[in-house]
């Protein structure tokens, strides 16, 4: 089993940032996929951004590509997600998810949300205009 439990979310105004933090236990953190996903109210969950095992491929969402900035830190179990220029259309619920573990190396990463594995409890981002 994999645990994950995002930090970092809150209440800022449009234009801000804020740092989203999501730490893993369980597992080999290195062995898994990492994604950020969010949902807003009424809304489906939605990808934002993606991350292969080692950090070295990354993939964005249209509406975050050049505002959001995924990264991982295997040594500390732990994936980032940077987010500036905050929009109002920006709020939701931030969610961290993991696909593994994985056996092979490379650069894949995953943006379909049923193809992930394990979910935390999300995190709320507020942008006001």
């Known amino acids: 089993q994999v645990q994950l439990v995002e930090s970092g979310g809150g209440l800022v105004q449009a234009g801000g940032s804020l740092r989203l933090s999501c730490a893993s236990s369980?597992?080999?953190?290195?062995?898994?996929?990492m994604g950020w996903f969010r949902q807003a109210p009424g809304k489906e969950r939605e990808f934002v951004a993606a991350i292969n095992r080692s950090g070295g491929s990354t993939y964005y969402a249209n509406s975050v590509k050049g505002r959001f900035t995924i990264s991982r830190d295997n040594a500390k179990n732990t994936v980032y997600l940077q987010v500036n220029s905050l929009k109002p259309e920006d709020t939701a619920v931030y969610y961290c998810?993991?696909?593994?573990?994985?056996?092979?190396?490379?650069?894949?990463?995953?943006?379909?949300?049923?193809?992930?594995?394990?979910w935390g409890q999300g995190t709320q981002v507020t942008v006001s205009s």
């Open positions: 998810a993991a696909k593994g573990p994985l056996r092979f190396s490379g650069s894949y990463y995953y943006t379909g949300r049923q193809e992930y594995d394990y």
């Open positions: 369980g597992r080999t953190f290195s062995n898994y996929a």
